[in-house]
C-alpha cells in the first residue's frame, strides 16, 4: 500500500520537477572537490582556533587575580591526532600532517611557554616525559603526566622535526582555567557558562580585529569571574519556587513561567557589569580600550532592532556608552599609577 501511494505521489510531483536537462557529472570529480572543500573547511577551522586561543592566552593569563581557584598551569600549545579528527576529516589531517601515531602541534601561542621553548606548529609529540606516544596506551599516560605536571614543574617533551628529534623543556605558565572552544555556527554570538567560553565562527567573522576579539573574550570572562551563571540559575530557582507557590493558590502551573522570570532578574545588569569588568581585562592584557566602544556600533548596524531596545542585554547605544565611561575611568587610572582594578560594591 505504501509502495503505490508513493508512486501515485511521484506520478503527481512530476509536472513540478525542473525542466532543464543537466549535465552529467563527473563523480570522481566531485569527490575531488569534495576533498578539496574538507581542506578548506579543516584549515580555516584551525586558522580560526589558532587566532581565537592567541588572543584568549592574552586576556586569560593576564587576570589570573580575578580567577580566584581557576586557574592552572598550562603551555600556550594545541595539538591533535588524526583519531581525534571527525571520521570525514581525518583523511584530510593525515594528507596535511603525514600518516603517523603522534600528535601533532597545530598552534603555539605568541609569548607562551611553549612559543619560549622553541615548538612550531607542525612540530610532532613522539614522547612526554619518558613516555613514547606511538601507542594509544602511551599518549593517554603522557597526556595524563602532562596534566600532573601542570602542577607548575617544567614539562619534557621530546619533538620531531623535519625528521630529526629534540628533547625540549617547557615551564607552564598561570591562566585563568576557562577553556575557549569555537563552535561552528554563523550567528554572531559569544556564551560563558561558568566554566567555559564559546565564540561562534559567524562572531570569529564579524570581530574584524584582535581588539574587538579580546573584547569579547574580556567580557565573557567576566561573565565566569563575577559567577553570573551561578547566580541566575539561583534566581531561577527561587521564581520556580515562587511561581509553585502561586500555582498551588490558583490551580494553574506557572512554574515555568516563575522559573524564566526569575532568570531574567538583573538579566541586563549582569550583562553591563560583564562589559565594565571586562574592559578592565581588556586592559590589563595590553590590548588598547580607546577606541573598544565602536564595537557596539558595528554591532548596531548588524543588529540594528537592539539599537534602543535591550531584551537579556541592553540596548547597543546603553552598551556603547556605558563602555565608552569604562574606558576613560581605565585611562583615568593609568595616568594615576593606579592600579587597573574595577571598581566594586562595598
Known amino acids: ?144 603526566l602532562a596534566m600532573k605536571t601542570r602542577a607548575g614543574e617544567p614539562l619534557q617533551l621530546r619533538i620531531r622535526r623535519a625528521g630529526i628529534d629534540k628533547v625540549v623543556t617547557i615551564s607552564p605558565q598561570l591562566t585563568c582555567a576557562y577553556p575557549i572552544d569555537l563552535v561552528t555556527n554563523d550567528s554572531v554570538n559569544a556564551a560563558a557558562d561558568g566554566g567555559r567560553i564559546l565564540v561562534t565562527s559567524g562572531m570569529m567573522r564579524f570581530a574584524a580585529t584582535d581588539d574587538e576579539l579580546a573584547l569579547v573574550l574580556g567580557h565573557e570572562l567576566a561573565h565566569n569571574t563575577q559567577k553570573h551563571v551561578q547566580a541566575q540559575m539561583g534566581n531561577r530557582m527561587i521564581g520556580t519556587l515562587l511561581g509553585i507557590a502561586v500555582s498551588i493558590a490558583i490551580g494553574v502551573d506557572i512554574s515555568q513561567l516563575g522559573g524564566d522570570l526569575g532568570g531574567m532578574v538583573y538579566s541586563q545588569d549582569f550583562e553591563s557589569e560583564a562589559d565594565y569588568v571586562g574592559t578592565y581585562f581588556v586592559a590589563k592584557a595590553g590590548f588598547p580600550v580607546e577606541q573598544a566602544a565602536d564595537f557596539w556600533r558595528r554591532m548596531a548596524v548588524e543588529q540594528p532592532q537592539a539599537i534602543a531596545h535591550g531584551s537579556t542585554h541592553p540596548d547597543t547605544a546603553s552598551r556603547f556608552t556605558g563602555i565608552e565611561a569604562a574606558a576613560r575611568e581605565v585611562a583615568e587610572k593609568r595616568a594615576a599609577g593606579r592600579p587597573l582594578l574595577p571598581e566594586m560594591k562595598q
Open 1 to 144: 500500500m505504501k509502495i503505490h501511494f508513493a508512486a501515485i505521489i511521484a506520478l503527481v510531483l512530476a509536472g513540478c520537477a525542473p525542466m532543464s536537462r543537466l549535465p552529467p557529472v563527473d563523480q570522481k570529480a566531485t569527490q575531488v572537490e569534495r576533498d578539496k572543500q574538507l581542506e578548506l573547511a579543516l584549515r580555516e577551522n584551525f586558522k580560526r582556533t589558532a587566532r581565537l586561543n592567541a588572543v584568549g592566552w592574552r586576556v586569560l593569563s593576564a587576570n589570573t587575580d580575578a580567577c580566584g581557584e581557576a586557574v592552572q598551569a598550562a603551555y600556550g600549545v594545541i595539538s591533535r591526532d588524526a583519531d581525534s579528527m571527525p571520521q570525514e576529516y581525518r583523511p584530510i589531517f593525515e594528507k596535511l600532517y603525514g600518516r603517523h601515531p603522534h600528535d601533532v602541534i597545530l598552534t603555539v601561542f605568541p609569548d607562551s611557554p611553549a612559543a619560549r621553548a622553541g615548538l612550531m606548529p607542525g612540530d610532532l609529540i613522539v614522547a612526554i616525559g619518558n613516555r613514547d606516544t606511538s601507542t594509544a596506551d602511551n599518549k593517554k599516560a603522557g597526556r595524563e
